[in-house]
């Protein structure tokens, strides 16, 4: 039997993990999905926000606010990058300055830094806002980070450390029995936690009546290719609206830019995008914004937010059944609280449960991901001595070699499928998006897993027609 079963690996399972796995306890996490992070933790805008946002009193200004301030020790921590880029908030209009107004104050009460400039000044640093923006507000501690790397880094050391996983697993049924839960008719646990994202509301109605229900709110992006801080140094915010956020130009922890995202409720909860969706993005973008290199535009994407009913997070044990520990609606700014929550959530409501349980006094560390990009000459030589394979160039976009890749497969909770590898390492990231890689990559798959090309997945839906096409290829 599990002391602590979590459904779920996005962001908030892959933390709430990692906590776990610092205490001497049986811990397991289930994810139906073939890899970590498939969720919304795949695919969103990939900010810290700085806390200036969420109304005051609700538990999305606390944890965000607690969050923004954890993530740079926490990415140090599970060694993966972390910028502290900063973001202008602007304002078109006397009406939109008005708003500002009201985010000072959030500023102000919350203790966040910011400084407040008219457009002139901010087009000084960054010199494609729109010439509509007559004000920004500053907020410095706004951050990026690459969110299925902190999940997939919290992974692998909370397994390193004892936790198992076990992907490919759809909870679809649940009972209680004699104090414990029973997952399938198979897996036994005395607690069970319920960061099942878009699906939370299902997972609990496995067990009662959710006093949540879940909607999915889709977001869709253009991605813009490597242009590494020449179009835009900092996240750019409209004056958000009843709507949310608003549509964002946003650099990544890699160089390239998103614009996005819209905000579209959707009763299917698919992820794919829509010419209405990425028309609205076009058209909304202009008013902070000009000069928008459409022509470096190399792929589009969507996310689901899995907003609830209660619009707010929802995190506490059931009122109905003991150690039910629900995690539900944690859309934006979800990311930015992961940390802070986790912690709640572990040192809070979980661990007070095993008063027996103790820290574990030999933790086991991560090894970073192989980066290429920020080794010198002397370490690239170096690799290349110990195994060729780290000369042999598989993405010519990225410049990833066959090292890498090799890498990323043999780690724990390592790459199964050629998005695996490409969330974890990037072939396939840059500018052809994989049109050149992907067969190799499949090829290196199938050599290191000792699978057939037939039975390597693509993704997480795993369409084969591209494996099929691929073994003629190879
Ligand atoms: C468009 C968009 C933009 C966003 N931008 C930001 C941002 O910039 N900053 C920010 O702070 N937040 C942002 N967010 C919010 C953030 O992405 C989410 O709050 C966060 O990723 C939620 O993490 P999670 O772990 O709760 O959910 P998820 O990442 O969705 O993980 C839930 C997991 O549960 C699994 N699961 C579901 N049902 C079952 C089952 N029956 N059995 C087993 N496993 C199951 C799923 O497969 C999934 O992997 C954005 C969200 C979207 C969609």
Redesign the pocket.
Known sequence: MYDITI????????LIAHNLSKFDLKVLV????ND??????????????SGHDPKSGTLKAKY?LL?NRMFPDLCKELQVEYLKVGAYVVATSPEEEETLEGLIKNCQDRQIPYDVMGGTEARIHEKNLSDNVTKALSLPTTGIIC?WEV?IAAVEEAILNGVELKLD????KIRKEDGKFIINDEIETKVLIN??????D??TNMLRKSPYKVEA?????FVFDRLNGTYVRRVIYPTPSAKGKGV?A?PTIHGNVLL??N?DFTADKE?NTTSDGLDYIRREINKTMKNIPYNKMIHTF?????HIDLNDFYIKEDDQIENFIH?AG?????????PAIAKDVVEGIVIPKFTESKVKEEYVRRRPFIDMRHMSEEQINELIKKDPDFGKIICRCEKISKGQIKDVIHRECGARTIKGVKMRCRPGMGRCQGGFCEPEVLKILSEELHEDVKNIKLD?DGSNVFMANAKEDL
Request: aromatic share 2%; charged share 20%; proline share 6%.
């Open positions: 459904i779920g690996a996005g962001i908030i399972g892959s289930l994810e139906k999905e970590v992070a498939e969720g919304a933790t795949g695919a969103n805008s990939a900010m810290v926000h965000n969050g969110p999940s697993y759809e909870v679809t960061c099942a994202g878009v699906h939370v299902d997972i709110r889709k977001g869709e992006y964002l946003v996005g995202p905000s992820d969507a996310g689901l937010r899995p995690v944690i859309e934006s700014p979800g990311i930015s609280s992961a997480r």
